[in-house]
């Protein structure tokens, strides 16, 4: 008997920014409003250490920002909830409703997720610019298919690893250099604002964040259910208000 072998879907770099683009037209608020609450976390615990690295606070705020930093939900946790947020829509499915979502979000496998990548991240740029963005590319996937496969963080890792390395460059390209390029920005932007002026150095943090992590979670989420279900971005009626659909009480 033969071994079935795994079907390899081609990707295409327009295809993909069309499917992202036509889930976020389909579901604004289901992408965009988790976006905003997440890196308005994220933008504030940059600015909190921003400000301790200038030495601005003193030593009670060490504490809270320590807390803070070990509870920040970033991007994978971010395209993590954003595949089961609109996940369906990109196969052309009725999405979850919002409290069931929540209800069911893989909360724990999400957090310890994004904290394995934010200290493999670490260990990485410390030792060259080349590794952090391999990591970046490889593990691109880790949050969208934690709740597409129901899996554990460790088989996250490995499947992610695996779906990755045939598209490497193209993974690269859209998810490892706009990371790279944000990064870059966001350092830039933290020079040119006054540290004293902590508003707009949040401000500023949380624009360029929301922005580029909707994108990138987007992204993640397209090609994580391209690779996984071969889904070809949403079609019409498939929006979470629309009414049910033929055969999906089935």
């Not at 993640?220 to 929006?239: I, K, N, T, Y």
Request: charged share 15%; glycine share 8%; hydrophobic share 55%.
């Amino acid at each position: 008997m033969k071994r079935e072998r795994p079907v390899r879907h081609e990707l295409h770099p327009l295809e993909l920014l069309s499917m992202a683009g036509r889930t976020l037209r389909a579901e604004p608020a289901r992408v965009v409003v988790p976006a905003v609450v997440i890196f308005a976390l994220d933008a504030l615990q940059g600015t909190i250490f921003t400000q301790l690295a200038i030495d601005h606070l003193g030593f009670e705020s060490v504490a809270f920002a320590f807390v803070y930093g070990a509870s920040t939900l970033g991007l994978t946790f971010y395209s993590g909830m954003l595949e089961r947020m609109v996940g369906a829509v990109e196969r052309n499915e009725r999405p979850q409703p919002i409290g069931e979502v929540l209800r069911t979000l893989p909360w724990v496998r999400l957090i310890v997720a994004d904290l394995v990548l934010l200290v493999l991240g670490g260990v990485a740029a410390l030792l060259l610019v080349l590794p952090g963005l391999v990591l970046d590319t490889l593990f691109a996937l880790v949050g969208p298919l934690i709740n597409l496969l129901g899996c554990t963080v460790r088989q996250a890792f490995r499947r992610s690893v695996l779906l990755v390395w045939p598209h490497f460059m193209l993974v690269f390209c859209f998810v490892a250099i706009p990371l790279a390029f944000e990064h870059e920005f966001l350092v830039l932007v933290h020079d040119l604002v006054p540290h004293e002026a902590v508003g707009l150095v949040f401000v500023s943090t949380f624009v360029v964040s929301t922005a580029f992590g909707i994108a990138l979670g987007l992204s993640e989420v397209s090609l994580a259910e391209r690779l996984v279900r071969g889904a070809h971005g949403p079609g019409q009626g498939v929006r979470s208000g629309d009414v049910e659909l033929p055969g999906s009480m089935a």
